[in-house]
């Protein structure tokens, strides 16, 4: 499975990429919202997205939206650390963070 993680923090990125890496997955990340998004218009293919909601310039919600825009079906979900957020219009569910690695492995492979 071809994960895109996109977090403006690096170690959580870098974490949360290794964590997946762990766990089978070929992952690729990025630094932003921005960032992601040329990815995804640089061919960069992905099976699922996982990406912070709160993040300098564009936030989590606005990429997910725009890639919505863009046709693109894969699950994306949303991780935050706000208890109150439940639902992001557009993502597939939300992640509170610390990610857990049972709700990750879940994901996974509920989402294939």
């Known amino acids: 499975m071809k994960i ?29 919202a921005e960032d992601a998004l040329e990815l995804v218009a640089s061919g960069s293919a992905f099976d699922l997205l996982l990406t912070d909601m709160q993040m300098t310039g564009m936030d989590g919600g606005e990429l997910v939206s725009l890639l919505r825009g863009l046709g693109l079906s894969q699950p994306m979900y949303v991780l935050t650390g706000l208890v109150n957020l439940t639902s992001v219009p557009g993502a597939t569910g939300v992640l509170y963070k610390p990610v857990q690695l049972e709700t990750l492995e879940d994901v996974i492979r509920t989402d294939p």
């Open 4 to 32: 895109l993680v996109v977090d403006d923090d690096r170690m959580v990125r870098e974490c949360l990429a290794d964590i997946l890496r762990d766990l089978g997955c070929e992952v690729q990340a990025a630094a932003s």
